[in-house]
């Protein structure tokens, strides 16, 4: 029984302190820069409990980070760069190849095989930080 209520303070103080705020980050990738472009690429999946919005996105490890969608107008992408991502309650809001994506500016080389430090900022105040695992070596239209 003493257990029990230690578990129950337990997740009451980890609620009040922000974390677990029920923001879930998943499949977190990060591709490098491709020759000297500069520019390197992140895909993630993100969950919000409560409905919420991104509005900035950063990383100690990189010059600036920018929300891009891909736009496919006759045959021709494009991209837009977005000032911020709805994410509504309890929904999957991905970025991946084709579609929303973050554009990592000047990066720093931290090694193959490691994580790039992604933090992502919400309308609610909450910033959650996520490892991108780094891939090397995937050659994609960059859109
Ligand atoms: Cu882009």
């Given amino acids: 029984m003493k257990r029990a209520i230690a578990a129950i303070v337990l997740a009451l103080g980890l609620g009040a302190c922000g974390q677990g705020a029920?923001?879930?980050?998943?499949?977190?990738?990060?591709?490098?820069?491709?020759?000297?472009?500069?520019?390197?690429?992140?895909?993630?999946?993100?969950?919000?409990?409560?409905?919420?919005?991104?509005?900035?996105?950063?990383?100690?490890?990189?010059?600036?980070?920018?929300?891009?969608?891909?736009?496919?107008?006759?045959g021709n992408v494009s991209m837009k760069h977005l000032a911020g991502v709805d994410l509504p309650a309890g929904e999957t809001v991905r970025f991946a190849p084709g579609g929303m994506h973050l554009m990592v500016f000047s990066p720093r080389h931290i090694g193959a095989n490691t994580a790039f430090p992604i933090t992502i900022e919400l309308q609610s105040g909450a910033k959650q930080s996520a490892p991108f695992r780094e891939i090397s070596g995937v050659v994609e239209p960059r859109g």
């Fill in 22 to 74: 029920g923001v879930h980050i998943e499949n977190a990738e990060f591709r490098p820069p491709l020759g000297a472009s500069g520019i390197g690429v992140a895909y993630f999946a993100i969950r919000s409990d409560k409905a919420d919005r991104i509005v900035a996105i950063s990383s100690p490890e990189a010059d600036r980070i920018e929300i891009h969608a891909s736009v496919t107008q006759g």
